[in-house]
């Protein structure tokens, strides 16, 4: 038999135009790939491995879910997900046979080969370019309209789909997508925006559905930054009910990003600029019903699709001429709407024709009074109700309760949420294939899972009869216990998965968590919204909306909550606020407060590993105000902590004052003190730090490292030291780790070699990354650092730019590196002509770095100060000289031979230009031989140049 194929081999399968190759996980249709789960693609091979033979259900449900109990009706909707990928229809091949109570049948004839007849480089659409579920239903009488939205995509960069209430419009939405899938560079994006209550979240919806991980207080510019050289098609899907916040974020990213294309669904148009409008009518029906036949009834999309849906849920219904007319009538009632003829047609094995049309009459009339009052909405509420009447007491139960999930849900939390003492698993798993079957949900495959989803109308409709059965708070609190219960598995996962997998199953449950912790405070669960959001917060570390946590924690902080708060939530809270606060609007002193106070409490509690937590992110904080000496005092508090807790070792201070000691010109205790932290054993599994909203140690300690060592004259050993850095951060995942490596190392060794060329492409790369996550301080930062990079190279520099970058980093309270960029200023002012104000700005930079400590940059901003004043005034050279030998003092004072190097080589300069100086040819030959490395092109060559010439003569 085909089964005892051993499956390491190559197979493929002929049937009809499709080829199917299993060890590929392939399926083919006229050699283009076709978009199926991998569950319904398992459920292919086995009956295609046995054509002509029943397959039991249970024994596919064993071979698909090995080792695994699931529910039948799993089966029943990945059997719906294959049907659709073969296009099974009424009017096409029909490839599998049900037969009823045994399980299924392959009927059409199979092509079996060994081998694979295609080449090898033959590849499915790639993974992960877009975020579509795959659909369980054919789509009927609405290829026109998709066509027609096809091409307008091509000419008009935002096309909306505008219509009433299960009209259709998400059916044709996701058509036109799924066909765009492989035509955009960098994929297709569905942004779901009916779970969204607070329309303030629009962008964030936005950055969670593309995979944008932003640390940014303004979400909008992040998305802005990170689309403007992408091309992408975007898919929003249910505007109407935050229309202007949807309206506003798509104006602007089409400001942003030329490449981008955006397809809307709405009940009304967006007035958005450019757009165009495609209004999708009811399904067409038969104007005239009296006397009319099955062939020229099943003409109209909306009998046709009567007519598949109740086959589908009665396989013995046989349409024939005596039911054209009542079927035709019936949705001529229901105007054509695609769901209400959906609800309708589910019903067929309850009542007959005659008798669903003599109850559908019965509901109008009783709700809407006269025919002619009658809109498209209030047809859909009123089949909804008819629909929902006619439920059994358990499954209308279920229904309401399943209302709760804003997004997709799986059978396991569904039974959570609408299981209690009176209905149990089982009723729910059975009321759950009965609301599939009904149409009230909508059953979707999400690769190798099946996913339940509620339409927003129905869900709207059933939301309100909880709440008039009373039932919403108890349903609530159930649904939030169940959020407490989802973030701790998705804290577990996070090792366990790659951050790709993990996205894909945890990302869709945002919306959850955001209405769970919403309710929880309106309502009267506020002890239980202050667990969730403190369990939550490694959530929105792994989704990356670090400003949403931010403002949850502060609710949580709020005091009229501190009788629900224990004294271990607020010392979370308030690291954690800390933390989300330095990354997303720099360090305020509200981030010192916030981390004070969370220490205080670690103290009182005597945790060690919190304590050592909140003082990185005090010693973090102090660096960044440029504040090294506070940063030393810092870090001699972690070294107190050495073996006090699990994760407190010796050498955790280290980080800390190594960086701190090298802005102090301590540059040989800096390097013991970073050596120690990069040479120190990793530990796999261990990844505290990349929990935390800060630095990765150890990558830290790489970029300052490398800094340390060029200072000191070992360029090449910096070089390597600050590669390995940027590795590291990339492979890291964490948007601030890779920025600082390619900002504040990689870019910074480079201009130290005089590598300009290098250092060019790792600042465009960090400002490309930083725009992507929506850092714009280091945006403002690397604008700073780039203008050297200008005046090196001779070229202009915009000074109204750079002085609004420099009132960003002021303002932000980075004056970590603020004088380097404050010279750079100066110096291209005094270049442009105002050789006062340019010697203001470097007179002011020297006084800051006097005032903090941060005194191993002085001699290189001397030594820029002296080639200011020799350039720009000539007169005053002895200045310049005396700003040289100044520089070069210092520098020996620090063991910085990088510095003391340059500022000789500029000495030896001026002092050829005035007649020569033996006493600086003496210095210059003395500093560059101390030098053991490092002599490729850059400051030795410069040097040796000098050197020589003075030889030569």
């Not at 050495?642 to 010796?650: L, W």
Request: glycine fraction near 8%.
């Amino acid at each position: 038999m085909l089964s005892d194929v051993a499956p390491g081999n190559s197979r493929s399968f002929a049937f009809g135009p499709f080829l199917l190759l299993p060890e590929r996980q392939l399926l083919m249709r006229d050699e283009a790939p076709v978009r199926i789960g991998g569950r319904a693609l398992d459920i292919l091979t086995m009956l295609v491995e046995r054509p002509g033979e029943v397959v039991g259900k249970r024994e596919l449900m064993s071979r698909v879910w090995p080792g695994t109990i699931v529910e039948e009706g799993n089966l029943k909707v990945n059997m719906a997900a294959l049907r659709r990928a073969l296009e099974e229809g009424s009017d096409t091949t029909q490839y599998i046979a049900t037969v009823v109570g045994r399980g299924y049948r392959f009927t059409a004839p199979v092509q079996y080969s060994g081998s694979s007849p295609l080449p090898p480089d033959t590849e499915a659409v790639p993974p992960h370019n877009h975020n579509l579920p795959t659909a369980t239903t054919r789509i009927i009488g609405r290829q026109d309209a998709i066509n027609a939205t096809l091409r307008e995509l091509q000419d008009a960069r935002i096309v909306s789909i505008v219509g009433a209430g299960g009209i259709g419009k998400t059916t044709v939405a996701l058509a036109v997508a799924q066909q765009t899938v492989g035509l955009t560079r960098d994929g297709v994006w569905l942004v779901d925006l009916s779970p969204l209550k607070d329309p303030a979240l629009v962008p964030n919806a936005i950055a969670t559905a593309i995979g944008l991980a932003a640390h940014s207080a303004n979400m909008l510019a992040a998305l802005g930054g990170f689309l403007r050289d992408r091309e992408m098609l975007l898919v929003f899907d249910s505007c109407e009910h935050i229309i202007e916040s949807a309206a506003a974020s798509i104006d602007r990213i089409l400001a942003d990003a030329p490449g981008i294309r955006i397809l809307a669904t709405s009940r009304e148009p967006l007035r958005v600029k450019g757009e165009r409008v495609r209004r999708l009518p009811g399904l067409a029906t038969p104007s005239e019903t009296r006397e009319l036949k099955a062939e020229t009834a099943l003409a109209f999309p909306a009998v046709q699709l009567f007519v598949d849906r109740a086959t589908d849920r009665l396989e013995s219904f046989n349409f024939g001429d005596a039911d054209a007319p009542i079927v035709a009538e019936i949705c001529r009632k229901l105007d054509g709407l695609a769901l209400a003829i959906e609800l309708a047609a589910t019903r067929i094995d309850a009542f007959g024709i005659a008798e669903l049309l003599k109850q559908l009459d019965d509901r109008f009339r009783l709700l809407q009074g006269h025919r002619g009052s009658i809109e498209r909405h209030r047809t859909l509420a009123a089949t909804i109700d008819w629909s929902y009447d006619l439920l059994s007491d358990s499954e209308r139960t279920i229904m309401r309760r399943l209302a709760i999930f804003a997004g997709l849900f799986s059978l396991d939390s569904a039974c959570i949420v609408a299981a209690d003492a009176h209905i149990d698993r089982a009723l729910v798993i059975d009321g759950i294939a009965s609301l599939v079957a009904k149409s009230l949900l909508a059953a979707e495959v999400q690769d190798m899972e099946v996913e339940y989803r509620m339409l927003d109308t129905t869900r709207t409709y059933a939301l309100e009869k909880l709440a008039a059965n009373h039932e919403l708070g108890h349903a609530r609190r159930r649904h939030a216990e169940y959020c407490l219960e989802l973030v701790g598995l998705a804290k577990a996962d996070v090792d366990r998965l790659s951050r790709i997998d993990w996205l894909a199953r945890y990302g869709p449950k945002t919306d959850d968590i955001r209405d769970a912790m919403r309710w929880a405070f309106t309502g009267s669960a506020t002890a239980l919204g202050v667990r969730l959001t403190v369990a939550a917060i490694p959530f929105g570390k792994q989704v990356s909306l670090v400003e949403e946590c931010r403002t949850a924690v502060e609710r949580a902080l709020d005091d009229r909550f501190c009788e629900h708060r224990s004294i271990r939530d607020d010392l979370i809270l308030n690291l954690t606020l800390g933390a989300t606060l330095l990354h997303t609007r720099g360090p305020l002193l509200q981030v010192k407060a916030s981390l004070s106070k969370a220490l205080e409490i670690a103290e009182e509690l005597g945790d060690a590993d919190l304590q050592l937590e909140c003082l990185r992110g005090l010693s973090e904080y102090e660096l960044w105000t440029g504040d090294s000496r506070s940063a030393m005092a810092v870090s001699d508090r972690i070294r107190a902590l050495e073996g006090k807790g699990q994760e407190v070792a010796a050498g955790d201070a280290d980080a800390q004052a190594g960086s701190a000691l090298h802005w102090l010109g301590a540059l040989g205790a800096a390097r013991y003190r970073l050596e120690g932290i990069v040479q120190k054993p990793f530990v796999a599994g261990q990844r505290p730090d990349a929990m935390r909203f800060e630095f990765d140690q150890r990558l830290m300690a790489r970029g300052a490292l490398a800094t340390v060592l060029w200072l000191q004259g070992f360029a090449d050993q910096a070089l390597v030291t600050a590669r390995e850095q940027l590795e590291d951060a990339e492979a890291s995942n964490y948007a601030v780790s890779l920025c600082s490596a390619l900002l504040h190392g990689s870019a910074m060794i480079a201009m130290y070699v005089r590598d300009y060329a290098a250092a060019r492409n790792f600042m465009d790369r960090g400002i490309e990354h930083a725009r992507r996550h929506g850092l714009t301080i280091w945006r403002a930062m690397v604008t700073g650092g780039g203008a050297r990079l200008n005046l090196y190279l001779g070229q202009p520099l915009d000074l109204a730019h750079l002085r609004r970058n420099l009132a960003e980093v002021r303002e932000g309270g980075f004056r970590l590196r603020y004088p380097n960029y404050l010279t750079n200023f100066g110096e291209a002012l005094a270049r442009q002509g105002d050789l006062e104000g340019g010697l203001a700005a470097i007179d002011e930079a020297l006084a800051i770095c006097k005032d903090t400590g941060q005194v191993v940059g002085i001699p290189e901003i001397l030594r820029i100060k002296g080639n200011v004043i020799r350039f720009e005034s000539p007169d005053h050279w002895e200045r310049a000289i005396e700003c040289y030998l100044q520089s070069i003092e210092l520098a020996r004072r620090d063991r910085a031979l990088g510095w003391e190097l340059r500022s000789a080589i500029s000495l030896v300069k001026l002092r050829r230009e005035r007649g020569g100086s033996n006493e600086a040819e003496d210095m210059l030959e003395s500093t560059y031989g101390r030098f053991q490395e490092g002599f490729s092109p850059g400051d030795l060559t410069r040097a040796r140049a000098l050197i020589e010439t003075r030889r030569a003569l």
